[in-house]
């Protein structure tokens, strides 16, 4: 149905268009006839025909359509009612009169004059909506296009549809496309040229309809819009429109992921639903960064029931009702307490009864655990033994530790706690009942006390953005797809494993210092300076995906790699385990830091020197192979 059109007068239309096809066709035919014969614009066989014709349509659901929107397909479903009308009014009138004087060339051009008739007026009165001939609207924002794809033709339609926005032209590196037209806009030259054509059209808001190109691509054509000095959106790509992340025609900024320079992993969803569907789970730190993304994901890929385990009560009260609210389907069980309390952890699984755990509750920001290794311990090591054994002895099928790249070659106290979190795991994995699995990646975008809402809040208040140290550099990914790769390691299947993901090449953090800079419409150096501090406590230059002691094999999913672990003498993790509680609960941080340097010998921190590693062990992706000396 047209968007303002009523349906009666539609189907009156389409009648009418029947009536004149039908009885057009016959007067031409006859017109040729030496003796021409008078034909009547009224007959029992008309009737017949728009009755045939009108329950054909009907049938094939023609109403249903919206004029408003008409588009190839409608057009292909109008000639399949006529086809099809064909041969209910051959049926009709041979029962009617043996189909007498109804000539052959009728019947032939009929579905398509018929067609005709009907997909132009639908066309056209898109094409009227379209192009704003219905509105007078001058104070429209005059936009620039930067892409004459697939996403470009898309984005002029959701434009003149809204009616604030008036597109002026393209802008294109294919040189076929030079001085063609687009939706009845010009391809007006390269996207370099976005500098000079773009006060030529008077354009205010330049927009990038490019969501294919990747991140190399990106902050060239960043660059060149900034240096027009006018505000420039982009168009949300394919994952985040199915993710529920951007809506359909919304045009966003520039985010600092865009120009990373790493394409997203593709998670397997058929693998995850399977392995999730119908299932109940427990997530600890369940309204943090990753918990609760871990809660949004679980949700959405078919979880029954989750289990919130959280020790902050607003965050606990935020994640509640936006599951609930956003996923009123699935059943949440909040639980208020600390996952180092073996009677909250216990009284939360008997309460939901999980079959996964994921435990995402951790002290993560480096320079504050230095100065606080008791708690560093207490929650990164002693509670993470806590929620294990309690998920054993309730006979949890799987539990997923979340841990990070820093636990690889640990020069800091939050990474040597993560490495005897992962080993305590280790130490545990001889239940016949329980996967045991670790899920390593880099830092997250975004997390709470990231780098990024630092950088942000910095410009915010005009600069300086602060940075450790010119050369440093850091693996980076996005929330979402950090746990995209705890639930993809954990549909794998393995009884006991440890997992990291390929994450590309490190980010400069300069680099990304002045990305963030110049998307919020500033110049690094100018407008904002950068200035740097040196490295804080525990810090180091690069961090390290691999440890050479552990070889890597590849798994079903082409960015993620299993670790084949190293080993642990479980008596003795088990008796630094019970030391290290009690010199916590004596706050003896001089016996924490000695037990720590004995548990994890490969703690090194960041300001001593490190011994030479051994010489010849694979520590890359296959596709990437190198030797570390």
Not at 472 to 488: N, P
Not at 560 to 585: H, K, P, S, T, Y
Request: aromatic letters at 6%; a neutral charge; one cysteine or more.
């Amino acid at each position: 149905m047209g968007a303002g059109l009523p349906r009666a007068a539609i189907v009156a239309h389409d009648l009418f268009m029947v009536w004149l096809c039908w009885a057009g066709l016959n007067q031409f035919r006859y017109s040729m006839e030496i003796v021409s014969l008078d034909l009547p614009f009224w007959s029992p066989e008309m009737l017949l025909v728009l009755f045939a014709q009108g329950l054909v349509f009907w049938k094939v659901g023609l109403y249903r359509g919206v004029w408003r929107f008409a588009s190839l397909p409608d057009l292909l479903n109008i000639l399949k009612a006529s086809l099809a009308g064909l041969l209910a009014i051959v049926l009709a009138l041979f029962l009617y009169n043996r189909l007498d004087l109804v000539p052959r060339s009728v019947l032939v051009l009929y579905p398509i004059v018929l067609t005709a008739l009907l997909g132009m007026p639908r066309l056209l009165y898109r094409t009227w909506k379209d192009h704003g001939l219905a509105r007078t609207d001058k104070a429209a924002l005059r936009v620039l296009i930067l892409g004459a794809g697939q996403a470009g033709e898309t984005l002029v339609r959701d434009l003149r549809r809204a009616g604030a926005y008036q597109p002026v032209g393209f802008l294109d590196d294919a040189a076929k496309l030079r001085g063609s037209y687009l939706q009845g806009l010009p391809v007006l030259g390269r996207i370099e040229d976005v500098g000079k054509v773009a006060p030529e059209t008077a354009a205010k808001l330049i927009v990038i309809a490019m969501p294919s190109i990747d991140a190399v691509a990106m902050r060239r054509v960043v660059e060149a819009c900034e240096r027009t000095g006018l505000p420039f959106r982009t168009v949300p790509r394919l994952d985040d429109l199915l993710e529920g992340r951007s809506l359909p025609g919304e045009l966003k900024e520039v985010a600092i992921e865009d120009l990373l320079g790493r394409q997203p992993m593709k998670p397997d969803w058929k693998s995850i639903r399977g392995w999730l569907g119908g299932r109940s789970v427990l997530v600890t730190g369940a309204g943090g960064s990753i918990g609760s993304e871990l809660c949004r994901q679980c949700a959405k890929h078919g979880a029954r029931q989750i289990t919130l385990l959280e020790i902050d009560e607003l965050a606990l009260i935020t994640i509640e009702a936006e599951l609930r609210r956003d996923f009123p389907q699935i059943e949440c069980v909040p639980v208020l307490g600390d996952c180092g309390d073996p009677a909250v952890v216990r009284h939360a699984l008997e309460r939901s009864r999980p079959d996964a755990v994921f435990h995402a509750a951790a002290y993560k920001h480096v320079p504050v655990l230095e100065t606080q290794l008791r708690e560093a311990i207490r929650n990164n090591v002693l509670a993470t033994e806590t929620v294990l054994k309690e998920s054993l002895q309730a006979g949890v099928g799987t539990f997923v530790l979340i841990s990070t790249d820093k636990a690889v070659d640990p020069a800091n106290v939050l990474g040597a706690s993560k490495r005897l979190g992962e080993m305590v795991c280790q130490s545990m994995a001889d239940s016949l009942t329980t996967r045991l699995i670790t899920v390593r990646f880099g830092n997250v975008l975004d997390s709470a006390g990231s780098v990024v809402p630092l950088f942000r809040e910095q410009i915010r208040s005009g600069g300086p953005i602060t940075v450790t140290d010119e050369e440093v550099t850091r693996y980076f990914m996005t929330i979402q797809e950090a746990c995209q790769l705890i639930l993809q390691a954990s549909a794998i299947g393995s009884q006991q494993a440890i997992y990291t993901l390929d994450m590309g090449e490190p980010v400069p953090i300069r680099l990304l210092a002045e990305q963030m800079i110049r998307l919020a419409g500033k110049q690094p150096g100018r407008d904002i300076a950068i200035v740097y501090t040196g490295l804080r406590p525990g810090e180091k230059l690069h961090e390290t995906l691999f440890h050479a002691d552990e070889r890597y094999r590849p798994t079903a999913h082409p960015k993620i790699l299993q670790a084949e672990a190293r080993e642990v003498v479980v008596e003795r993790i088990n008796g630094i385990c019970a030391r290290l509680r009690e010199a916590n609960a004596r706050y003896d941080l001089e016996a924490l830091a000695a037990l720590l340097r004995e548990a994890v010998p490969e703690f090194v921190p960041a300001d001593s020197p490190r011994l030479p590693r051994r010489v010849g062990t694979v520590v890359a992706f296959p596709e990437r192979v190198s030797r570390r000396t």
